[in-house]
T-cell receptor
Framework: GAVVSQHPSWVICKSGTSVKIECRSL??????MFWYRQFPKQSLMLMAT?????????EQGVEKDKFLINHASLTLSTLTVTSAHPEDSSFYIC??????????????????FGAGTRLSVL | GQNIDQPTEMTATEGAIVQINCTYQ??????LFWYQQHAGEAPTFLSY????GLEEKGRFSSFLSRSKGYSYLLLKELQMKDSASYLC???????????FGDGTTLTVKP
């Protein structure tokens, strides 16, 4: 249980285009989802926290108009990088915490991570 | 804010025991996590401590002292596949956010 699916795993795009990354909780209800960015050999930097049905809370220094987050349902959150530029190239990772929507145990407070999306902007 | 410190790199020998330390300063402590991250992959959960003491899970154990702002991850019977980055993360009561340390890159040698 507690599987988070993130797609795509790798995307290459031209500068100026927009890229959408999806994060889905497959077997639990993700009441909160987190979006991180990680540059090579650096730690995870939290970009924003989103709760289902409400606006995302962005960390200081993260442009909300550039990184659009939608958490429309208890199983899906999306991050759209608008007008991507080469400096946006990074590893983007989502994680989720929540409650079990079915049988099985879901450890409270544990963040379950998606596999990450490697974005390369040319 | 939160300050999390852990060593940048460690090296150990296959079959040995290694301890990775993490110190933190935070307001509103609500748990400490250890994650393992292999290069190019997402982190995977290893352990969670919210009360003082030792939590043991197979070859991995994690210890917490809230009064000292200190935790360690202990890896026993090291295997080559344990070569990875180990991230210490502190959860804050504010919206349940966790702040991650910079990670400790562990290299296990034969």
């Amino acid at each position: 249980g507690a599987v988070v699916s993130q797609h795509p795993s790798w995307v290459i795009c031209k500068s100026g285009t927009s890229v959408k990354i999806e994060c889905r909780s497959l077997d639990f209800q993700a009441t909160t989802m987190f979006w991180y960015r990680q540059f090579p050999k650096q730690s995870l930097m939290l970009m924003a926290t989103s709760n289902e049905g409400s606006k995302a809370t962005y960390e200081q220094g993260v442009e909300k108009d550039k990184f659009l987050i939608n958490h429309a349902s208890l199983t899906l959150s999306t991050l759209t990088v608008t007008s991507a530029h080469p400096e946006d190239s990074s590893f983007y990772i989502c994680s989720a915490t929540g409650t079990s929507g079915g049988p099985g145990f879901l450890a409270k407070n544990i963040q379950y991570f998606g596999a990450g999306t490697r974005l390369s902007v040319l | 804010g939160q300050n999390i410190d852990q060593p940048t790199e460690m090296t150990a020998t296959e079959g040995a025991i290694v301890q990775i330390n993490c110190t933190y300063q935070t307001s509103g402590f609500n748990g400490l996590f250890w994650y393992q991250q292999h290069a190019g992959e997402a982190p995977t959960f290893l352990s969670y401590n919210v009360l003082d003491g030792l939590e043991e899970k197979g070859r991995f154990s994690s210890f917490l002292s809230r009064s000292k702002g200190y935790s360690y991850l202990l890896l026993k019977e090291l295997q080559m596949k344990d070569s990875a980055s180990y991230l210490c993360a502190v959860r804050n009561t504010n919206a349940g956010k966790s702040t991650f340390g910079d990670g400790t890159t562990l290299t296990v040698k034969p």
